[in-house]
């Protein structure tokens, strides 16, 4: 029997693995494709992850700007990942490695029996699902996005070099543009969508982005990339499997963000599972269920979904305003709603100063 098993090789599965394994638990990772490429650019706030490694960033943007209705030169670093590094950093020796789906999972006051779709069973006093969303069967909130990596001197005719675009919501529609200097001599442009219920279709956005390309004279070409996070997932219920990862709700509600979290709780998860693990597979996942929904931390999160309800109903004039205001706050009141997933204070104090310096009607919107 595994200690741990890990359905997911993404990186948040990785980094739980990895740190379960150093931990001393026998761990084992669970993914239908193991050695598959990760498809996806990840990026960061550098102060959330500050023991980043040089190999796992592939680009650290000289500038950083965001855009409501005027520009907003944003004095907090941001990195893009470079995934193979990332994966490296992530891998370590001691985990096992199996290629399966799962299909189900058996519980049991011994621990977990993993179905798998060949048939084969496999056995594990705890049991963590890191595979991503779960399907959900009432349309959710979710943020959608289309993209296309162009070489950099065609980028360069939306943005100046070696800067990274938060966001842009300056032309008027209910989506934004995100660029990002992959460190390659190439730029990653997405369109879009931050927040709506259901999410807005990606066809509708890569028809605004082509136009948007050809408008500025650059032809639409590159390799694609296609966004679509699901933003309220519930919080895990009680029960012996850990939900991690996006499958534990860590994607922040009104930003889409996950990556950066789930390196941040990695070590303490596996802490959690090695300090109760001999107390028997229950209380152990018990206790990484604890570690990773404290009560501040659930307090926060139903902040940050307030957040998200409104900003499902901003018109594209009130998501330009809302940001405006956001990113004039001090970097400090900013990282505590985008970073701080346990700083009920902050959270709430940034919230509060953003209602405060709304307009009417804006105010009205933030209320729900």
């Known amino acids: 029997m595994t200690d741990v098993l890990v359905a997911g090789g993404g990186p948040a599965g990785r980094a739980l693995a990895a740190a379960c394994a150093r ?8 993914d239908p494709d193991p050695y598959r490429k990760w498809p996806n650019t990840y990026g960061l706030w550098a102060d959330e992850v500050p ?29 893009v990942l470079d995934n193979a590094g990332l994966r490296e950093w992530l891998t370590e020796p001691k985990v096992e490695v199996i290629t399966g789906k799962v299909t189900g999972a058996e519980h049991g006051p011994h621990g977990s029996t993993v179905l798998l779709t060949d048939g084969r069973r496999l056995a594990a006093a705890v049991f963590v ?38 966001m842009d919501w300056r032309d008027g529609t209910d989506s934004f543009r995100y660029l990002l200097p992959l460190g390659d001599g190439s730029v990653l442009v997405e369109e879009t969508s931050l927040a709506r219920k259901p999410g807005l279709p990606v066809s509708e956005l890569a028809q ?20 679509r996070i699901v933003l309220d997932v519930p919080l895990p219920k009680r029960g012996q499997a850990v939900p991690f ?5 860590l994607v922040h509600p009104a930003t889409g963000f996950s990556l950066a979290t789930a390196l941040q709780l990695a ?12 107390a028997g597979p229950a209380a152990a996942a018990g206790a990484a269920r604890k570690a990773l929904w404290p009560p501040e931390a659930r307090a926060v999160h139903a902040l940050r979904r307030h957040g998200l309800r409104a900003l499902c109903g901003m018109s594209p004039a009130q998501s330009a305003q ?33 209602f405060r310096a709304a307009p009417a009607r804006l105010r009205r919107r933030l209320l729900g």
Do not use: C, W
């Open 23 to 30: 931990r001393g638990l026998e761990t084992a990772v669970l």
């Open 51 to 79: 023991e980043l490694p040089d190999k796992a960033i592939a680009a650290a943007p000289a500038t950083t700007l965001a855009f409501g209705t005027r520009e907003h030169r944003v004095d907090r670093a941001y990195r």
């Open 129 to 166: 699902d890191a595979s991503g969303a779960p399907k959900l069967r009432a349309p959710r909130a979710e943020q959608t996005a289309y993209g296309l990596v162009l070489p950099a001197d065609q980028a360069e005719r939306l943005a100046p070099p070696d800067t990274a675009v938060f």
């Open 208 to 227: 605004r982005l082509h136009a948007r390309l050809k408008a500025a004279g650059i032809r639409p070409a590159g390799r694609v990339e296609q966004v």
């Open 245 to 249: 990862g996006v499958a534990g709700a």
């Open 267 to 278: 070590a303490r998860v596996a802490e959690a599972l090695a300090d109760a693990f001999d």
């Open 322 to 354: 809302f940001f405006d205001l956001f990113f004039e706050l001090p970097i400090p009141a900013q990282r505590a709603f985008t970073s701080g997933r346990a700083d009920l204070p902050g959270t709430a104090s940034t919230m509060a100063n953003l």
